[in-house]
């Protein structure tokens, strides 16, 4: 009778056991002391031994002469175990749910064990037991006989009442490493005369994801499916798509080539690849590319044929790390949405979609990547590597570059003039809004550069500079007026208030209006009052006046009287 791997080499004792020491050594220590409790509860993902020690414990606990807490295999005990025995009782929770089960139990638990010392209960997937099915055992677990063991085995603890939780030894089993299943499958293989390829074998134990049971599962279909043990076959078995086509798909998303990604979704889905398959293949391939970037031992984490890690290192080298991030966050959001969904390919296609193209998406992670891509563009641009002139130009005629740059020229508004208060209204020793300028000594060299005699008295003849055209819109002038004051004033505050008004013309009067008393308090200011009129002189405008919205030219000359004659009552009648 053909038995699977992982019925066939069940370890035996716990010296067998792969991986869980924590688990082993307290279990150890308990039987070599004589201090056996009355109930365990065994815990951790499937495939991870707790059956198996469940079982190692029970003959152990009733074995004469027990090597290093393993039964001998020997004594009577252990042969009467091995072969069966009604002192060693499996019940599977699953299909025995209910309160009759449960109290059956706690009748026969009263007679004492035929063979050993202990009779031992297993309860597996304890966690699938009713309600009533939980309160007619625990009663029993309370208070066994001095001859009854419960073990108890689940992979959902959360779903145990705390009262039968508080009265178990709770041991947690872990998921095992990649590394020991390797070895375990190893001298697996050794043992049945398999030949195989380490590549394979690491494929293996990867897609076992822990599991021991799942990894010989995996196994069993391998070596079926050829004489030899090869990377390539493990791929077909898994049912995965070739690494070189899931290469080709990943480096169109980093480098945000949408055509190209689509046209080899659709490729690949063509040929009768699930949704479901090709999403997690992604990830998988995703993962690796994020090891092979940010590891430097990544080829021995990884464990991929030489030429295959090549091909994820060049793919790593050559991408973005928060594309790498972005695209691993959005295929595995869309491997959870698989589940509630009727189109899977469509959701899988805007998935790649909307990788492909940061530029289109509005989220942070999309915005820091386009970030990156213009800061190393600018580098490149700095450092020379990266050519300004890469697109072929025709040379223009000498006659039409003159005549192009002239037009150029006369297109351009004409530049405002410096003005008076660069240097010294706002001089570097201070930030002076009085409106007085600050005289500063001049130097020799500025007294050089001066001149004299004919110098001077052309410099002083010199045409004044044409005022400039300002355009009959107000709020035109107005923007005007702001690009000239954020220049010109190193005043912050004075340019985020007046950024809020309000232009209009009041017959040739350019008026700013604000709704504000304290705003308009502050403009009337004499620092602020001085840094407005500079500004609009330097623009070519010389009547304004800033005023409240509502209030006329007569109530703003009002408040200038009240403001120069204090001590005189005024009325306006």
Request: charged residues 25%; contains cysteine; negative net charge.
């Amino acid at each position: 009778m053909h038995l699977s791997l992982y019925r066939k080499f069940r370890p035996q004792s716990f010296d067998e056991m792969v991986r869980q020491e924590h688990v082993v050594r307290v279990l150890k220590n308990q039987i070599e002391s004589g201090s056996v409790g009355h109930a365990y509860l065994f815990t951790g993902p499937r495939g991870t031994g707790k059956t198996t020690v469940a079982r190692i414990f029970a003959r152990a606990i009733n074995c004469e002469s027990p090597l290093n807490g393993s039964p001998c295999g020997e004594c009577p005990a252990c042969l009467a175990l091995h072969n069966g025995s009604l002192d060693i009782t499996e019940i599977d929770a699953a299909s025995n749910n209910g309160v009759n089960e449960m109290r059956d139990l706690r009748e026969k638990v009263q007679y004492p064990p035929v063979n050993g010392k202990y009779k031992v209960y297993i309860i597996d997937e304890v966690h699938m037991l009713t309600d009533s099915a939980f309160n007619a055992l625990l009663k029993t677990l309370e208070e066994p006989p001095a001859h009854a063991v419960f073990i108890l085995a689940t992979t959902e603890p959360q779903k145990l009442p705390a009262t039968i939780m508080s009265r178990c030894m709770r041991l947690d089993f872990k998921l095992i490493p990649e590394e020991d299943l390797e070895k375990h499958l190893m001298r697996v293989l050794d043992e049945i005369g398999k030949k195989y390829e380490k590549e394979a074998v690491s494929a293996i134990a990867r897609a076992g994801a822990g599991s021991d049971r799942d990894m010989l599962s995996i196994a069993e279909m391998c070596i079926a499916y050829s004489d030899e043990l090869t990377y390539e076959g493990v791929t077909a078995v898994l049912g995965a798509a070739d690494l070189h086509v899931n290469c080709g798909l990943v480096s169109a998303l980093l480098h945000a080539d949408c055509a190209a990604a689509v046209e080899r979704t659709e490729k690949i889905l063509s040929e009768g690849k699930a949704v479901g398959v090709l999403v997690r293949d992604v990830l998988d391939l995703l993962n690796q590319v994020l090891v092979a970037k940010t590891c430097p031992t990544a080829e021995a984490l990884l464990s991929l044929p030489k030429e295959l890690f090549s091909e994820v290192k060049a793919l790593a080298d050559g991408a973005d790390g928060r594309a790498i991030l972005r695209a691993t966050e959005i295929m595995a959001k869309t491997e959870s949405e698989l589940r509630y969904t009727a189109s899977p390919r469509i959701v899988l296609e805007t998935a790649i979609v909307r990788i492909a193209t940061p530029a289109q998406d509005q989220d942070i992670d999309a915005l820091l990547l386009r970030m990156n891509a213009l800061e190393e563009e600018l580098s490149q641009i700095k450092s020379g590597s990266l050519a300004v002139a890469q697109v072929q130009v025709s040379p223009m005629p000498a006659s039409t570059a003159a005549e192009r740059e002239t037009q150029a020229e006369e297109e351009l508004p004409p530049p405002p003039e410096e003005p008076f208060f660069a240097d010294a209204y706002f001089s570097d020793e201070g930030d002076d809004f009085s409106g007085k300028q600050t005289k500063k000594e001049e130097k020799p060299e500025q007294k050089a550069e001066s001149g004299t005699g004919s110098e001077k008295s052309s410099a002083k003849t010199a045409p004044s500079a044409a005022p400039p055209v300002l355009p009959k819109d107000a709020m035109a002038v107005f923007g005007l007026f702001m690009r000239t004051l954020r220049k010109m004033c190193r005043n912050g505050v004075l340019v985020t208030i007046c950024s809020d008004l309000e232009a209009e013309y009041d017959g040739t009067l350019f008026v700013l209006y604000t709704d504000n008393d304290t705003v308009l308090r502050s403009l009337k200011r004499e620092e602020h009052a001085e840094i407005i009129k500079q500004v609009l002189s330097q623009i070519g405008i010389t009547e304004y006046d800033v005023r409240k919205r509502g209030q006329t030219a007569k109530a703003d000359a009002m408040d200038q009287l009240k403001k120069d004659f204090k001590d005189y009552p005024i009325e306006l009648k």
